[in-house]
């Protein structure tokens, strides 16, 4: 039994800590939410991201032959805790965990060779669209109505849940973008709108579709998990200086206990996301149950830890200048992307079903 | 046991009806207010004019005694001219505050020069009053307040010297006057350190600053003092007695029954989840019931409430369920649309007629009411201790100089 | 407004409390589960059962020329709420909720001429199932699986959704009774097994079935109310005298706060329930749907109440001694009687998709 | 990042299995123990000779010195060998408190002769202890207990006289010696004025009521004290010295990871709802979701506990979180399941190994598991101060004689 991050990996997440703690403090990220409500969409925070190509988190997954540090599944969840842990405003989940994962798994040589490179050093973006494809020959044509990182990525990849998947570079005529307002700035959108565009193929193998929402499902399970941890220690620290009616707020029992559910949500959360990080980098057959318990678990702590953080700050919880105000954004944004706790709830009650007929068979 | 009106209620509310009809214009829409679209300034030259005709009517303070201008009515009477009133062009955010707390305030602690000079033009919408009481390191604890008041000379009568900043303050951009809580003795245990007085907005030394909040909008102010004067003609109450006087306010406060919190509603949840037809989902329908047995509750509770009213009771602690259910409610219905709706309910709509504004605005909003105007805890602690009559929390500064207790 | 009940029926109630608090304490509650649960079945509080024959409850709705007292549905609600305060023993549902009412409704003028004045008197039990009808003739052979109070009743209505329904006199050859050992021993039933025996066709109109499901969801909610309060008031009594750490258990904030949510869920429960009777009394078209929320949340409050009353026990709370264990007995079985709350919650928005729609298009 | 044995793990399992394979009876069904069907004294009597195999082989407690009788294994070798145990029919509810926490407690506080005398006894299942620390106004409050023990002469080494009552004692009707803890002084707070002893359970005075649990059936006891003597030699640590060595007793509890609670677990509940065919209900489904995340959720905690045991730490507060989750889910799980199944999952079923007799028996049970063992209370209390280091709640009886803390 060694359920737990290597020693090599601790170490090296460390140091993505201290740097994304440099790089993107609490004033940085509010700096990025406030530049996306008035400028919306073309939001990324430089800092932190130019961290993330540094230290190789951009490039994590990729081989080194393409400039990446060719790390595995545990390397790279362990620090999408840390970009969660900071609130960066950055693209992880679309071009990280799934245009990379996408280029990495399905894209033809040339298309790797093309792209890998740059995602590596963090100078392309990617984003991704689970959608069905209706292309013209080479020619597409499509509206998709909320993209993220839709306004500054550089391709996007749209997947079909029959794993066909094409890839499209978004630099030439026929594309239009138009940035969005959403509730959380720090994870922006744009609608994209694709006028007879060139879209290339790629070469997905069948199981790629649920394969890919299953990997990424993992790692944004680590940022949620990173933003809960984060939302409760900030919580900690603020009710533990605060005072009222001369005590400090943390010595009431109220809020210890409600402290201390978010800890046990936290707990069950970080337990599940290992287990999803163990099956994807051992490609266990236990993955599709397990980030879909990675990824239910982490919305919902994630959600929790937010919201009731806020609450425990009183007033100061809900003026911008508080430091909780960004994760209780992300946390709603990030349970909406990838599809909802309910819809991967029922995935697991079939994923469950399915498992007890088949044990129930072979009896 | 029935919900109809007794027959003077229902010839009183006949008499609003008639009058509003011949004197307001309709709503165009659920949030449309009189000067709907307009300038800020302009509109609240609109909401002055409505605020007059309505006092000329004796409408704006039902229960005042005629005569300060009211119609020396029941909650009840008030109630259902607030019912009849939302069905037509209204005003929203000027007056409540003044009227509902400020005004009574003075009403029972100033003398007669302060109601003859203060009442009136506050009642005709002339000049606008704030309540200056929380500050950031007061808030559930309001009678931990430090802002300094010093006479200016050791001696009675003198002017008072103010410094510090209070927070939280509704419409304090646009006041003529606010009712301030003070600390004028902070070596005496908490509470009897405390002095009650009026200030003229306008006074040098007082300057606020919006609050800006989550969302990015701002509805709150700061006001910071700055070696303010402040007449001793304008204190209520003795000297150390604030707390007496924060108490009547807040208790008026209590009495503003009924006041729209604008978050959504069980019944525009049933129209979206209709709409998008998803009610055949066992999971979304048992949800809708959820939320529609909380919603009604309080519509229920509510009626119980107005019974008690009617029969003469006065609003107690057992009214704090009605936020505390509320605000819960609003943040969980908001979060279980978007959950249905998915990724495309966080791109904003810029409709903000709309149901789907309604609830992002309810999503952002719901987490600030958990906590104004009383946090899900503090209401917990009122329910606890005042109305099932357990212990009170444990006061470790109980009967320490306010000084002395540890910061 | 006056969404209260009126003074008569609180001074009549105050006086059925005070005749069941002194025939109907603890002490008897708890006598009465030992023996049902060495004597399945058979169970029934005389003494309780005496009191509110005499007290013209058991005959509430049964109009004077047969004994009864001719009252109506609020002042049998808010005795059932005495019913549920005290937790008692009785066959208050299937008889005096369901069968005397099924009687009044639908019974030919014999059956009532027969069967009311006993029923008035408490010396007759009647029960009642929901369940289709296949009879033959007059002859019906059925088994019903657990009929509430089946081991003494002494005749049967059952009534089917498309408002047939049949009396049953029990005191016949062809019946037989199987008493069941039951998780509340304070609420028995039993199985009957009908062989061949005469059954009375009632005289059923249009919407009875779901007419009398509603009017007895709202009586019973009352009952639910009852125990709800009752339940509440015994964890304050406990806690408030029960010290830990030398203070008393109530003055911890996690106790106040969870009895602040248990008093909130009652409220709700209250509203709703007076409604649910207000609606019954005024036969008014808003009865299904406050019959369904005053079942709904009445279940909800009665369970939450009984089960954090137990817990805020402590170790005595799972005691035969203590008074509370009746309570969480008696709020699981209320709340599987007449259907759960999943089935009438699914019926809250199928209502009100209806009035939706109904209001959609009128518009 | 593995599930698998490290390679001196696999050797000690390997070992293990092949000894039971050896020596114990295959299981026929997941609740037969030894002597199952037997009367209650033949199934002791079986118990104690499968003890009596285990103690020869070391198995009887495996992190034990060799000196002592045991392995001088490591806590994840304890934990192997009960995981493989567990496939084999074996024993539950005799000797877990005595070798789990007693004679542990004896073996820190005891002298050579106590060792000597009641080590072997206990491991080989010739003699069973049992804790007789909780009172009936003592028992979150543990250091509240006032069973009173009086020195029978004033002079060092005579015998003491005990008074009082004890409760929840598991297996006091069959023990034969307890660990007591005492009042010896109550003048003095009440941490400062316990002292521990041990106690023949046959002793004249010591009378054992079974407790009346709310189900009818009785698993604990009280036992009553009139005036036993205990001889001072069975003293356990200095007179007032007892709370540390309950602290030692409570750690070794903490110790005794892994135990089963008997309740429904989600995997018979997905059992039950795949039998019934009702995963098609969306309703259903997401509440199978819930239930599998924490059941699932926890068994992962445990394995992350593991490792971190396994690579030295000791089990700390952290593990409170399995009982705090696990009762109120059971509790949560059983209710739901009898809702889905409508008025017949009342009626009791009498076929004790099928599902539904454990939704049962987990519906009542888990209102006790809420409690015994620490409340949720205590639980997100142990949670809060000792995981997140948050401020202990205020002990207004700190300090004070334990006999002027007001009753």
New interface residues.
Partial sequence: ??????DDIKAMTAEVRRALERSCNMAEVRRCL?DG?FHPGGLISKPAWGVLAEMGVTGARIPEQWGGSGLGM?ELAACAEEIGRVCAPVPSLPSVYLATEALLHSGTDSQRERWLPQLARGEAVGSMCFAPIDADGERLTARY??VPAGAVADFLVVMSADDCAVLIDLHQDGVSRHP?????PG?P?AELALNAVRSEPMNCPAGSYQGIRNRAAVLLAFEQLGGASRA?DIA?DY??QR??????V????????L???V??KN??????A??G??AS?TNDPALPLAA??AR??ASEAF?FAA?EA??L??????????DI?PF??RS??T???L????E???R???L??RQ??TI?HEL | MNFEDSPQEAQFRATVREWLAANAEPKRHPRDFVGDGLPADQRLAAARVWQAKKAAAGYAAVTWPREFGGLGGTPIQHLIYLQEESKWRSTFGYFEIGIGMCLPTLMAYGNQHHKDRYVRTALYGEEIWCQLFSEPAAGSDLAGIRMRARREREQEGSDWMVDGQKVWTTGAQFSDFGLLLTRTDPTVPKHAGLTMFFVDMKSAGIEVRPIRQMAGESEFNEVFFTGVRIPDEQRLGPVGGGWKVALTTLMFERLTVGTELGLLTAQSMLSLLADRGDLSDPAVAESMADAWIVDEGLRLHQCRTLTALSKGSTPGPEQSIGKLLKARQAQRMSTFLMDLAGQGSLVVDEETDSLWSSVQRTWNWSAALRIAGGTDQILRNIIAERVLGLPEEIRVDKGIPFNQVTK
Avoid: P
């Fill in positions: 039994m060694n359920f737990d991050f290597s406030e409500m545990l109505a909320a969005l307002r959403v509730l959380d994870s959108m409760l900690r009710t533990l005072k009222t009616f001369g005590r400090t943390a010595s009431y029992q109220a809020v210890k206990h402290m201390a559910d800890w046990v707990e069950i959360a970080r337990g599940h290992y287990h990080a163990w980098q879909a318990c239910v678990s959600e919201r806020l609450q700050h009183g007033g100061i919880g809900f003026t911008w200048e508080a105000h209780y954004k709603r944004s349970a909406l992307s599809g909802s706790s309910r991967w709830k029922r697991i009650a079939q469950l079903h007890h007929m129930a």
